[in-house]
């Protein structure tokens, strides 16, 4: 069941650069542009959260594994795969809502 996202959880995402590709995230992962994960400031690593372009209304699910994005005006930072699932990857960013479906750790 998805949950209501809460105002905060709107705003820009932005596609990690791909010099992050294989270092490890926060969650101790290694990170791979091939995944479907994010980087969120505050919410919980390994919870899933479905973000969805408002442009387009095309939404990924994601798991969060990594801290950041350190970007004022940023909420979340995708994956190129996320990205892609999206309709975000050319642009690099766009306008979403964020809504949790998961907060249970892997």
Known sequence: KVSKAAPS????????????????????????????????????LGTKVRVTNVRNNQSVDVVVNDRGPWHKGRVIDLSSAAANKIGMRKAGIAHVKLEIVDTTSS
């Open 9 to 44: 959880l709107k705003g820009v995402a932005a596609v990690y650069a791909d010099k992050f590709n294989g270092r490890k995230t926060s969650s101790g992962q290694r990170f791979s542009q091939h995944a479907l994960t994010a980087a969120h400031k505050s919410l919980p």
